[in-house]
């Protein structure tokens, strides 16, 4: 069974940890807030402006002055602060924040990223994105497998435009946790029900399987 969008930022909520300064990109990534547990405490970043993000609101509590880097409508913890971009982007850039969590159009295999740019699409710019690739020093990111087409976005190299060079160190996807290593990705978990044999169907990268592979934990 592929996991959705949910159950993907929950498996990666399990890669957050106490103390940790954590940077949400937009789409799955925001998700991840919701599943953090209750125990830990950590504060989320956004490059808008905004240190001590919450979980979404529940419909009919939003405040539209309240935002993430995505325009969503977010809620604060107790303690959390609002600045400008410079000295959001500044605490990126002095690499003050512990895990960046991205989306991606595609990942290449050595840990090459393309989140921002589709050839021919209208674009506004990169945005943070290139900051946080250049700066952290942790990156996963949260990606669908395949695209509307069933071809893999898990490369040998990207196509499209890259956002940063040798970055990724981890990818979760509806079928698989994959980590990127010197000789390709390694298969770390698989999504439950989904078999080995799939996921390399999948992928168009080389795919290290090098022991019995567990499924995920995401209940």
Same mark, same amino acid.
């Given at each position: #069974?592929?996991?959705?969008?949910?159950q993907?930022?929950?498996?990666? +909520? $399990?890669?957050?940890?106490? %103390?940790? &300064?954590?940077n949400?990109?937009?789409?799955? !990534?925001?998700?991840? +807030?919701? &599943?953090? !547990?209750?125990?830990i405490?950590?504060?989320?970043? *956004?490059?808008?402006?905004?240190?001590?993000?919450? @979980?979404?609101?529940?419909?009919?509590?939003?405040?539209?002055?309240?935002?993430?880097?995505?325009k969503?409508?977010?809620?604060?913890?107790p303690?959390?602060?609002?600045?400008?971009?410079?000295?959001?982007?500044? #605490?990126?850039?002095a690499?003050?924040?512990?895990?960046?969590?991205?989306?991606?159009?595609?990942?290449?295999e050595?840990?090459?990223?393309?989140?921002?740019?589709i050839?021919?699409? #209208?674009?506004?710019?990169? %945005?943070?994105a290139?900051?946080?690739?250049? *700066?952290?020093?942790?990156?996963?990111?949260?990606?669908?497998?395949?695209?509307?087409?069933?071809?893999?976005? =898990?490369? $040998? $190299?990207?196509?499209?435009?890259?956002?940063?060079?040798?970055?990724?160190?981890?990818?979760?996807?509806?079928?698989?946790?994959?980590?990127?290593t @010197?000789?390709?990705?390694?298969?770390?978990?698989?999504?439950?029900?989904?078999?080995v044999e799939? =996921?390399?169907?999948?992928?168009?990268?080389?795919? =290290?399987?090098?022991c019995?592979? @567990?499924? #995920?934990?995401?209940?």
């Amino acid at each position: #069974m592929a996991l959705d969008k949910n159950q993907i930022a929950k498996r990666i +909520a $399990k890669e957050v940890k106490e %103390g940790y &300064f954590v940077n949400l990109g937009i789409g799955i !990534p925001t998700l991840v +807030a919701n &599943f953090v !547990p209750n125990d830990i405490s950590v504060e989320f970043q *956004s490059e808008n402006g905004v240190l001590g993000m919450g @979980p979404f609101p529940y419909e009919g509590e939003e405040d539209a002055d309240i935002i993430n880097a995505g325009k969503q409508t977010i809620t604060t913890l107790p303690g959390a602060s609002f600045f400008d971009s410079a000295f959001s982007f500044g #605490m990126i850039r002095a690499q003050k924040v512990d895990l960046t969590i991205l989306g991606a159009m595609e990942v290449s295999e050595n840990g090459d990223i393309a989140n921002w740019k589709i050839p021919g699409k #209208m674009v506004k710019g990169m %945005g943070g994105a290139m900051d946080l690739v250049a *700066s952290a020093e942790n990156i996963i990111v949260a990606m669908m497998h395949v695209n509307k087409a069933g071809e893999s976005k =898990i490369l $040998k $190299k990207c196509t499209l435009p890259l956002t940063g060079v040798g970055c990724v160190k981890k990818v979760v996807t509806e079928l698989a946790v994959l980590e990127v290593t @010197p000789n390709g990705f390694r298969l770390v978990e698989r999504a439950p029900g989904v078999s080995v044999e799939e =996921i390399i169907k999948a992928t168009a990268a080389t795919l =290290i399987v090098d022991c019995e592979i @567990p499924e #995920m934990a995401i209940d």
